[in-house]
Each structure stands twice: as structure tokens, then as C-alpha cells.
């Protein structure tokens, strides 16, 4: 396993984090749920694995996913003053903003927001307790909108929090249809931000490629979710999939799948010529972003989860490589468009 800086912040972060928001929903499984003591399983086999990236958010089943990481990693976390920068075991990073207290959630409909100081210190509270920990590493606005962003005293209150140790840094983790790019490019320039959590795969690479060069600039690094493109770069979906109805990815359309489908066939002779299928060169084409800090892939079981981790190697792509992919993606890979969208509006 491979470690990068995320950010300014100097946090050392496995290349290939742990998300845990499958383990505390069935929303990517249509409808089977992984046990607890299989997750506790997966958590702690990540760790084996030189996984300490572990990206949560107190909503992933109303804190279930907090309470779970707790568990597999009780005992084994240092305390804030004894956590160096350059000796991070074991990274909690979890994320806030919707009201699951006051509300229920029922599907995968949105919950009211608030993004506001007061309830920042309620939830955070709430997220140690869980977390049974006195400090998070990385405390993220999740899915914020444009006026939270532009909400001066909340980052203000953010920045206190860093002071008084009860987390290390804070960033913002954007939501297609919620606050995007928009969202993005002022927090980056205007927010002491760490990290800047986005959907990024090499068949959806906006506004991904937009943030890179402002996150370089501000010290700002990008945690990479759905970089397999709800399962088309894994293989596991194709244009015969049919989703469960609670299953997250029931909004991919067939024709967007089968677009992407033909995509793949094009780009399958590069990842040949580096000794890669193609689920290794997508995740290689993300890591090959310097920009990139952590990539979080979709994982459900323990084959994945050791496949993934594999692919955090240092033998990345070649510039000459992306420069074709990019090249590809900018034409849309010569393939007729078509009406669908790219990214779901029902983004975790």
C-alpha cells in the first residue's frame, strides 16, 4: 500500500481508502446487507491490508457506520496528542449536515439540512460518542449547498474546532445535483479547507479535471468516490443488469449503460498494453492524478476489498497514456451521445 498527503492538512492517507457506507446500508447491494461481524471482518482485513483511510458519515444508517468502525478499531487508535502527522494508524473521517435526529429517512429521499454552527457542535458531539473517540481527523460538510459554503461564521466554527483538538481539518464532499462544481471552486479558494470528496472515474471526469489545478494550488486534496462507475468498470454491471428498487444505482439508465459499455471496448488496448484489465486502469488513471489524496472504491465483500488495495502499487500510467484517455473522453470516445444523464442525482 502506497500513502499520500491529504492536503495542507500533512495527514498521510492510504492511496486506497475504506468506505463504509455499504456496510451500514444495502443501497448498492438491492437489498442484501452485509452482516456486522462480516463488516467488522472487512474493516479490520483492511487494515492488514495498510488501509487507514476509513470515510463515513453520521447518516450511513443513522450512525451505524461510525459505531461499526468504532468497534473493529477500539483500543487500537491513539489519542490526539500522541497521533503524529507522519505516524497516522488509523484516519476517522466521517461527514455532517443532514438532520437525522429531528427526521426519517424513508428510501433514499433527501433529509432537511442543516449546515449551520449550532448544529455543527451538536453533531459532532454525537459523531465522537459513536466514534468513541475524543477527535476525528477529517470533519466534511456532506452535500453542501451553495449558501452553507458561503456561511462565513460556520467556517469560522470549523476552524475553532481545529484549535480546541476535537478534529484536524475539514473539507467538503460535493453531491451531483446538490452543490457541485460551483460549490467546489469557492470552497477551494475561499475555505481552509483540507480535502474535496467528488465523484471522479475515467468515464465521468467532470467537473473532476476542473478541481485540479485549484486544488493544487490551495493545498487542497481530492478524495475520489464511484471511481468505478457504479460497477461498469468492475464488470459486475452491464446492459442486462436489472437493479433492486433500494439499489442506489437503479438510476443509471440502460442507455447510459449501454454508452458505457462501448466506451470500455475502446479503452481496453491501453490498459492491454500495461498488463491491466480494465477495472486496474481505471483505478491507475485516478491515482495517476497527483492531485488525487485517497480513493474510495464500492466494496461488498473481502475478494474486493484485497483486489482493490492491490491496485495502490506506484505503476501508474505513463503521460503519453492519459494524455489518449483524456483525449478519448474529451471526443466521447467517438460514440454518438446519448440522452441519459451521467451522473445519478441521488449521490451518497
Request: aromatic residues 10%; glycine residues 8%; charged residues 25%.
Amino acid at each position: 500500500m502506497k500513502y499520500r498527503k491529504l492536503g495542507k492538512s500533512g495527514i498521510k492517507v492510504s492511496e486506497i481508502g475504506f468506505g463504509t457506507w455499504t456496510i451500514a446500508l444495502d443501497w448498492w447491494t438491492s437489498g442484501r446487507k452485509i452482516d456486522d461481524d462480516q463488516a467488522i471482518r472487512m474493516l479490520k482485513r483492511s487494515y492488514d491490508l495498510g488501509i487507514n483511510f476509513y470515510e463515513m458519515a453520521d447518516m450511513y444508517g443513522n450512525g451505524k457506520s461510525e459505531k461499526l468502525v468504532a468497534r473493529a478499531f477500539r483500543g487500537m487508535r491513539k489519542g490526539r496528542s500522541g497521533s503524529g502527522q507522519d505516524g497516522d494508524e488509523i484516519i476517522y473521517s466521517t461527514k455532517w449536515g443532514y438532520d437525522m435526529y429531528a427526521n426519517v429517512q424513508v428510501g433514499h429521499s433527501e433529509l432537511p439540512q442543516k449546515h449551520d454552527h449550532e448544529f455543527l457542535e451538536y453533531a459532532l458531539e454525537q459523531s465522537l460518542i459513536r466514534l468513541d473517540t475524543d477527535y476525528v481527523d477529517v470533519y466534511s460538510l456532506h452535500n453542501p449547498k451553495m449558501n452553507a459554503i458561503k456561511n462565513d461564521q460556520l467556517f469560522r466554527s470549523l476552524d475553532v474546532c481545529i484549535e480546541n483538538g476535537k478534529i484536524r481539518s475539514h473539507g467538503v464532499a460535493l453531491g451531483p445535483a446538490i452543490g457541485w462544481k460551483d460549490e467546489g471552486m469557492f470552497a477551494m479558494e475561499n475555505r481552509n479547507i483540507t480535502c474535496l470528496q467528488t465523484v471522479y472515474n475515467i468515464l465521468e471526469q467532470d467537473p473532476g479535471d476542473a478541481f485540479f489545478d485549484i486544488a493544487k494550488k490551495n493545498g487542497v486534496g481530492i478524495m475520489v468516490r464511484v471511481p468505478d462507475a457504479s460497477g461498469v468498470l468492475t464488470g459486475k454491471v452491464n446492459e442486462r443488469t436489472v437493479f433492486g428498487k433500494n439499489d442506489h444505482r437503479s438510476s443509471r439508465k440502460r442507455e447510459w449503460i449501454v454508452e458505457a459499455m462501448q466506451k470500455v471496448e475502446k479503452m481496453k488496448p491501453i490498459g492491454l498494453v500495461n498488463g491491466w484489465n480494465i477495472t486496474q486502469l481505471a483505478i491507475k488513471f485516478i491515482l495517476s492524478q497527483k492531485e488525487v489524496s485517497v480513493v474510495l472504491p464500492t466494496v461488498i465483500d473481502m475478494h474486493e476489498l484485497e483486489m482493490f488495495a492491490e491496485m495502490s502499487d506506484g505503476k501508474y500510467l505513463h503521460d503519453k497514456d492519459i494524455a489518449e484517455i483524456k483525449t478519448l473522453y474529451d471526443n466521447n470516445f467517438n460514440i454518438t451521445p446519448s440522452a441519459s444523464p451521467s451522473l445519478s442525482k441521488r449521490s451518497h
